[in-house]
């Protein structure tokens, strides 16, 4: 029987529905060496943000919404882990929790779009950075999902040359 090789993973950094992980650079360190020797060449941040938390400083995320400024960047550490593992690294978008809250995605096209240009001048340059997670998980019942999942995915590719974008593979329904 032949096996199909799980090669890239979700890095759940500050979620509210799995518990916070509080390590420091070595235990990510550790972490990714220990992903690198089973085979995982792809790290994909799940969510850069979740309503007040965030991985990165965003300065406008902090003043639309008024999000806590992280005491670690979270993302530039995960992109030089990945780049020393030599793993491809890809940047979950910041989930607000409005479509949660009113059923709407819409809302997560304002939210995100000076996101992902902040996130492309900060790290852009990056030699690991791979690509784009679009991280809305789609109901049936969510409203404006494609016009959402259209619009980010067009400004990710827009701001980095094309760089690839996928959607979460959560449906509900």
Not at 4 to 20: A, K, M
Not at 40 to 56: A, E, K
Not at 75 to 93: I, N, P, R, S, T
Request: hydrophobic share 40%; net charge negative; glycine share 8%.
């Amino acid at each position: 029987m032949s096996l199909l090789p799980i090669t890239g993973t979700f890095l759940d950094e500050i979620s509210h529905d799995i518990p916070h992980q509080n390590w420091g650079k070595k235990e990510w360190d550790q972490d990714f060496a220990h992903m690198k020797a089973m085979g995982i060449d792809t790290v994909i941040l799940i969510r850069s943000g979740y309503r007040r938390f965030l991985t990165s400083p965003s300065p406008w995320l902090m003043k639309q919404y008024g999000c806590f400024e992280p005491p670690v960047d979270l993302v530039d550490m995960y992109l030089e882990l990945a780049e020393k593992y030599g793993m491809q690294f890809w940047f979950g978008l910041y989930d607000s929790g409005r479509y949660w809250d009113t059923g709407d995605m819409t809302h997560e096209i304002e939210a995100n779009k000076a996101v992902i240009e902040e996130v492309w001048e900060r790290y852009g340059q990056h030699s690991a950075f791979s690509g784009w997670y679009l991280s809305m998980e789609i109901s049936r019942r969510t409203k404006g999902a494609i016009q959402a999942i259209s619009a980010l995915g067009a400004l990710c590719k827009s701001v980095s040359s094309g760089l690839p974008t996928f959607i979460s593979p959560w449906m509900d329904g």
